[in-house]
């Protein structure tokens, strides 16, 4: 299958300081991706959809000047977590759809990329 | 709005033994349904997916499911558990087959034991 992949896999970062985390869509283009957040035993939450030269569209809750997310081309998405702080620690993962005709393209998840914020 | 729940948190199944994990979801149109596997540290695969038709669906690894509209469930099973089979499981909803994102459940466990 397609494979998504997500760079760096384990960061730490001082408070206060920015993170940036890359999801690349390595053997087919993807026009959209989206970005996920996932706390220790929970569930994945959906931040944003990340759309291929256009503005991401956040999630209600999701501070978009806090999370920003940048989608220049069609195999990179990033997301920079600005100011970072101990409670956004958390498990960072990306999806990206592969596109074709309507209704077929499939979703492929990153490995995911853990921040740890001291 | 859309929701899925999984009542299981956690699940400890016997090497051999049969699996079946429950998902019920929230939405008010025909759904578009997924169960996703993670491995520690892992991103997400998909097990399987039901966009219409024959409501069991087959999916990698030995696994199906079966859609059940009139009890908004769509149930995961394996005859038979490996122990290669531990590891958190999602099922997760979506409104539409393109462009949209997943709305997921909280996960189940599955701890296999020999």
């Known amino acids: 299958g397609a494979v998504v992949s997500q760079h760096p896999s384990w960061v730490i970062c001082k408070s206060g300081t920015s993170v940036k985390i890359e999801c690349r869509s390595l053997?087919?283009?993807?026009?959209?991706m989206f970005w996920y957040r996932q706390f220790p035993k929970q569930s994945l939450m959906l931040m944003a959809t990340s759309n291929e030269g256009s503005k991401a569209t956040y999630e209600q809750g999701v501070e978009k000047d806090k999370f920003l997310i940048n989608h220049a081309s069609l195999t990179l998405s990033t997301l920079t977590v600005t100011s970072a702080h101990p409670e956004d620690s958390s498990f960072y993962i990306c999806?990206?759809?592969?596109?074709?005709?309507?209704?077929?393209?499939?979703?492929?998840f990153g490995e995911g990329s853990r921040l740890t914020v001291l | 709005a859309q929701s899925v729940t999984q009542p299981d948190i956690h699940i400890t199944v016997s090497e051999g033994a049969s699996l079946e994990l429950r998902c019920n979801y929230s939405?008010?149109?025909?759904?578009?349904l997924f169960w996703y596997v993670q491995s520690p540290g892992q991103g997400l695969q998909l097990l399987l997916k039901y966009f219409s038709g024959d409501t069991l669906v087959q999916g990698i690894k030995g696994f199906e499911a079966e859609f059940k509209r009139s009890q908004s469930s769509f149930n995961l099973r394996k005859p038979s558990v490996h122990w290669s089979d531990a590891a958190e499981y999602f099922c997760a909803v979506a409104t539409n087959q393109a462009g949209t994102a997943l709305i997921f459940g909280k996960g189940t466990t599955l701890s296999v034991s020999s």
């Open positions: 999806s990206a759809r592969t596109s074709g005709r309507a209704g077929t393209g499939e979703l492929f």
């Open positions: 939405y008010g149109a025909t759904p578009y």
């Open positions: 053997d087919f283009q993807a026009t959209t």
